[in-house]
């Protein structure tokens, strides 16, 4: 898609539709389209449409101007709108128009520029919200949006803006279309190809087999894999950037989780293909940060695996030696997300890294706390804490901290081992964290439960259903804004 910036007016702008957002309340604003276009626009604000958020009206653009349509697009009350409003009703005029089978479309940013609001945020949206997924299908979707044209004054900070926009964009789709693919398809062998092709000059990509687990000691990791005819797959990227320390990015990358012997229920298992969405992001952030050249260093860790009740698989009860050397007594095999990560985290330390920040689907109890709206973050680490909350409200990849109170130590106390990998349905969200943070110890380290926000079950304005690739954007600012 091409993405083009032109210094002309909206009614010199020839194209499919042109996007005109609006305040709710303010019919007047666009004079310059003439008295008739105000006339109209008048008569629609007194009956379909008043400016109210992600609100539409898509009409037929008045006679002497270039634009065959106008699509007009609430931003809600003016004093509240924000980057998010812009971000939302770009996703929402986008996806609204490639449905109509618009294929050339601009956008005016005359009242974006005069609300000093971000004009990228609207592209932003758009691109997040044009995203389908068609592999599986017989008839492709045939409509595609082939242009945006932003109306505006180019400058370099606005190229810059949109390179950025667009590269991370890129990637987000790249972790939405590993998650959507199917588990057959996406088996651990699969999530390393993804890895493999990532490789060039700055960025290395090593899969270590079983039997590399097995001499590195990962006893945790490979007892969740013990039931599955697929060989594991431990992933570790790295992208060199800079000297200096790097950051140590995990993602949980179960393949399928069944829940093991722990079996799940029936209803709903189809979507734990899913249950590799921090995996996914991982890889999201790296390709973005090695496609822009960022000066940084990174390592990525996908500790791969699916999660199945064979006839070897891990039963309740079973003890599990980490790679730090503490002891698992596993409780329940469907709390396996933990003890890949636990691994991860151990080998993650071996890089001395600045910091770690596991990104995993582990909990139901993370939906039951906070619904689909808000990703749970807990973590040893102020400062990497506070970073990580200033880039999910950039991003509106929102995150809600949980404590981790030193009380929860004893909810994951074992008879027989050093730790015990369930505490039980009370506190299942933190204390899961805590048994992460047994690993962690001192190292700077935060966790992101994404199990709620990882999958989406109904079209939001820039996030269609199925997976949404969350916190590819908010690492990636993260990364950008580091201080």
Request: with cysteine.
């Given at each position: 898609?091409?993405?083009?910036?032109?210094?002309?007016?909206g009614?010199?702008c020839a194209?499919?539709?042109?996007?005109?957002p609006?305040?709710?309340g303010?019919s007047?604003?666009?004079?310059?389209f003439g008295t008739?276009?105000?006339k109209?626009i008048?008569?629609?604000?007194s009956?379909e449409?008043?400016?109210k958020?992600?609100?539409?009206?898509?009409?037929?653009?008045?006679?002497?101007?270039?634009?065959?349509?106008i699509?007009?697009?609430?931003?809600?009350?003016?004093?509240?709108?924000?980057?998010e409003?812009i971000r939302?009703?770009?996703?929402?005029?986008a996806a609204h128009?490639?449905?109509?089978?618009?294929?050339k479309i601009?956008?005016s940013?005359?009242l974006?520029s005069?609300?000093k609001?971000?004009l990228?945020n609207?592209v932003?949206?758009?691109l997040?919200?044009l995203?389908t997924?068609n592999?599986y299908?017989?008839?492709?979707?045939?409509?595609k949006v082939e242009?945006?044209?932003i109306?505006?004054?180019?400058?370099?900070?606005l190229?810059?803006?949109?390179k950025?926009?667009?590269?991370v964009?890129?990637?987000v789709?790249?972790a939405r279309?590993l998650i959507n693919t199917?588990?057959?398809?996406?088996?651990?062998?699969?999530?390393?190809?993804?890895?493999v092709?990532?490789?060039?000059?700055?960025?290395?990509v090593?899969?270590m087999?079983k039997?590399d687990a097995e001499?590195?000691?990962m006893g945790?990791?490979?007892?969740v894999?013990?039931?599955?005819k697929?060989?594991?797959k431990?992933?570790v990227?790295?992208?060199?950037?800079?000297?200096?320390?790097?950051l140590?990015?995990?993602?949980?990358s179960?393949?399928f989780?069944s829940?093991?012997?722990?079996?799940?229920?029936?209803?709903g298992m189809e979507?734990?293909k899913?249950d590799m969405a921090?995996?996914?992001?991982?890889?999201?952030?790296?390709?973005?940060a090695?496609?822009l050249?960022?000066?940084?260093?990174?390592?990525?860790?996908?500790p791969?695996?699916?999660?199945l009740?064979?006839?070897?698989?891990t039963k309740?009860?079973d003890?599990?030696?980490?790679?730090?050397g503490?002891t698992?007594e596993i409780i329940n095999?469907?709390?396996e997300?933990?003890?890949?990560v636990?691994d991860?985290i151990g080998y993650a330390?071996?890089?001395?890294?600045?910091?770690?920040?596991?990104i995993?689907?582990?909990?139901?109890a993370?939906?039951?706390a906070?619904g689909?709206?808000a990703i749970?973050?807990m973590?040893n680490d102020r400062?990497l804490l506070d970073?990580i909350?200033?880039?999910?409200d950039?991003?509106?990849?929102?995150?809600?901290e949980?404590?981790?109170?030193d009380?929860?130590?004893e909810y994951i106390?074992s008879?027989?081992?050093?730790v015990?990998?369930?505490g039980?349905?009370?506190?299942?969200?933190?204390?899961?964290?805590y048994f992460l943070?047994e690993?962690?110890?001192k190292?700077?380290?935060?966790h992101?439960?994404?199990a709620g926000?990882?999958?989406?079950e109904k079209d939001?304005?820039?996030?269609?259903k199925g997976?949404?690739?969350i916190c590819v954007?908010?690492i990636?600012?993260?990364i950008?804004n580091?201080?």
């Open positions: 898609m091409k993405i083009l910036v032109k210094n002309i007016s009614t010199n194209c499919d539709a042109l996007i005109l609006f305040v709710e303010d007047e604003f666009y004079k310059e008739a276009f105000q109209q008048r008569k629609a604000f009956k449409f008043h400016g958020r992600n609100e539409l009206l898509l009409m037929p653009a008045p006679e002497g101007i270039k634009p065959e349509r699509l007009l697009v609430g931003l809600g009350k003016k004093k509240e709108v924000s980057a409003n939302q009703a770009g996703g929402k005029a128009l490639c449905g109509q089978g618009m294929k601009a956008v940013t005359t974006i005069s609300l609001l971000p990228v609207l932003e949206g758009a997040l919200g995203y997924f592999r299908r017989k008839e492709k979707n045939s409509k242009s945006i044209t109306l505006s004054k180019s400058s370099k900070r190229a810059d803006e949109l950025w926009t667009r590269t964009i890129s990637s789709y790249f279309d199917p588990s057959n398809d996406m088996t651990p062998s699969d999530l390393a190809n993804a890895a092709s990532l490789r060039q000059k700055n960025l290395s090593k899969v087999e039997k001499k590195l000691g945790a990791y490979l007892s894999a013990k039931g599955s697929e060989p594991p431990f992933i990227l790295e992208y060199k950037g800079s000297k200096g320390k790097p140590a990015l995990i993602g949980k179960i393949t989780d829940g093991g012997i722990s079996l799940k229920p029936s209803d979507k734990m899913y921090g995996g996914a992001a991982v890889l999201g952030v790296i390709k973005a090695s496609a050249k960022l000066p940084v260093n990174l390592i990525g860790i996908l791969a695996t699916e999660n009740p064979g006839g070897s698989a309740p009860g003890i599990a030696r980490s790679i730090t503490k698992v095999t469907d709390a997300g933990r003890l890949v636990a991860a330390k071996r890089f001395k890294p600045k910091a770690i920040i596991d995993a689907t582990l909990t139901g993370c939906s039951v906070l689909n709206e749970a973050m973590g400062k970073k909350k200033k880039s999910a950039n991003t509106y990849e929102r995150v809600w949980m404590p981790l109170l009380e929860y130590k106390k008879d027989v081992a050093d015990k990998n369930t039980g349905k009370s506190g299942s969200l933190v204390t899961a964290a943070y690993f962690a110890e190292t700077p380290w935060v992101l439960d994404i926000t990882a999958w989406v939001k304005p820039y996030i269609p997976a949404s690739g954007r908010l990636m600012d993260l950008k580091w201080k």
